[in-house]
């Protein structure tokens, strides 16, 4: 089984930085895609940005050119790299595992971490 733990989150003020980490393990070699996804009060889990095995990545439009995705395969660990945060970008980010399509939809995410908070504020 799957287990992915994030960390990193924190609280920033507007055009910080921050990087988040997923530490995974017990995943299969293969085809597979790993991603983020956030999620504010009252809101619904959205995809940020995802990133297939063999490399591709695919991000939100609203982070596209802040935000970067990659993933080490020697340390199992998935990145986020977030540049000039934006009070919007707040909410609860979590590191997602699937085997099946890679795009930005948190259904298609088999296994989730709990989550790290990330706050911004202006």
């Known amino acids: 089984q799957v287990q992915l733990v994030e960390s990193g989150g924190g609280s920033v003020q507007a055009g910080g930085s921050l990087r988040l980490s997923c530490a995974a393990s017990?995943?299969?070699?293969?085809?597979?895609?790993m991603g983020w996804f956030r999620q504010g009060p009252g809101q619904e889990r959205e995809g940020v940005a995802v990133m297939d095995s063999r490399g591709p990545a695919t991000y939100a439009e609203s982070v596209k050119g802040r935000f970067t995705i990659s993933l080490d395969h020697a340390k199992n660990t998935l990145t986020l790299q977030m540049n000039r945060l934006k009070p919007e970008d707040s909410g609860m980010y979590y590191c997602?595992?699937?085997?099946?399509?890679?795009?930005?939809?948190?259904?298609?995410?088999?296994?989730w971490g709990k989550g790290t908070p990330v706050t911004v504020a202006s």
């Open positions: 997602g595992y699937g085997t099946s399509w890679c795009q930005l939809v948190a259904h298609f995410m088999d296994y």
């Open positions: 017990g995943y299969r070699y293969g085809s597979y895609c």
